[in-house]
């Protein structure tokens, strides 16, 4: 089956769920346009979500997806965030703003009752997860208005994991995907396997459609997904520089330098593994450092430096998530960059 049939959808096309970057506007064009469009949750409140998904309702009669995260809720550890704290301490002094006293509460939130309570109002037909799959009561309350879920898998392990719980289609997430990493089973980054490797290798390990995801930027991208069995394929940096996503001008520009060619998979943004654009903090204090708070902790401390740092022009400390391959970006409507992934018209 492949994802037209699954979802009912025109394009095997889905928009990546980009937490801060995808809105309702971005959602509505990509689902006009006949492909997914993706709502990220983990970040908005319960009232944002409401208005969103009424936004997204009015604007299109096409099915969309609702993203959330699946982590679960950070242990206190007073002397690993003190420590976290000690290192940050001095680009604090630097930019003349006061130390944190304490790591605070986490911008990004796992899925809760509130949120499906809310959900249930607008019966998304798709809804999606991130970091595993929330509990059994919560994915049948969702299964319950005919919704199909998907999930992210990293690994053969834990799309065989996915599968025994009944998902409907699992997002094969390659290495070089932008964004965090949607691994669960296993914290090991060693585990993590390149896009063609892992769609293979999960194609003949399962028996339900799978999405590739990572590396793809354009209609030659999907063509080589879809050959190694892939039902269809999930893009996100591609439609950084569309003008309907909410890229910052600062990201945008960062997309467009030479700096964009490098990224890594860091943990230093937000305590857990996921790829960016190679700045000032990745290359100071990781890519990856053993001393971050548990996800989203880590977040916190780095945040009022952020802010500071872009009031000044600088992204020094912004999480400029980005996959591997930003030949895709485009600042046209992403409804011409949906469309331009199927074309056989589309540029070498």
Known sequence: MNLQQLIGIKLPIIQAPMAGIAGSELVVAVCNAGGLGSLPCAMLSLDTLRSELQIIREQTSHPFNVNFFCNSEPSPNVEQDNKWRDIVSPYYDELGINRPSAITSPSSTAISWEAIEILAEFEPPVVSFHFGLPSSDMLNKIRSWGAKILSSATTVEEARWLEKKGVDAIIAQGLEAGGHRGMFLSDDIHTQLGTLSLVRQIVKAIDIPVIAAGGIADAHCVTAAMSLGAAGTQIGTAYLLCPEAKTSNLYRTALKSEAATTTAVTNVFSGRPARAIINRLVREL????????????????IAPLRSKAE???????????????????????????TQSFVSSEDED
């Open 311 to 337: 009031s000044q022009g600088s992204s020094d400390f912004t999480s400029l998530w980005a996959g591997q391959n930003v030949s895709g970006c485009k600042e046209i409507p992403a409804a011409l960059l």
């Open 286 to 301: 990781g890519p990856i450092n053993e001393n971050t708070p548990d996800f989203p902790l880590a977040g916190s401390a």
